[in-house]
């Protein structure tokens, strides 16, 4: 069983910051991508930020200069630092990660549950 357990949403006002936390735990072979999507109400969930094993981390257009999505030193977790945060960047902030389990072919995608940013203006 994996699971993905996030922290450190909530309701701040413009221009602040926030940071994301996102653990992976349980049965784990290899992660291939860790990275962070958003729903806003009423628009589809949307990739803000990403990083792959080994690779550059990758960011929306929209948080680019703003948000740092970083690896942990405990291993399989990720952080998402936000700062100059808009209301615009308002909605449920989801862990992803693509994930080889051992004695299964392929990755699997899994998600967390999902953790609420709110900016105010």
């Known amino acids: 069983q994996v699971q993905l357990v996030e922290s450190g949403g909530g309701l701040v006002q413009a221009g602040e910051s926030l940071r994301l936390s996102c653990a992976a735990s349980?049965?784990?072979?290899?992660?291939?991508?860790m990275g962070w999507y958003r729903q806003a109400p009423g628009k589809q969930r949307e990739l803000v930020a990403g990083?792959?094993?080994?690779?550059?981390?990758d960011y929306a257009d929209s948080v680019k200069g703003r948000f740092t999505i970083s690896k942990g030193n405990a291993k399989n977790t990720i952080f998402l630092q936000m700062s100059s945060l808009r209301p615009e960047d308002t909605g449920v902030y989801y862990c992803?990660?693509?994930?080889?389990?051992?004695?299964?072919?392929?990755?699997?995608?899994?998600w967390g549950q999902g953790t609420q940013v709110t900016v105010s203006s």
């Open positions: 992803n990660a693509l994930i080889y389990v051992p004695g299964q072919l392929g990755a699997s995608d899994y």
């Open positions: 349980g049965n784990i072979f290899k992660i291939d991508f």
């Open positions: 990083i792959t094993d080994g690779g550059a981390p």
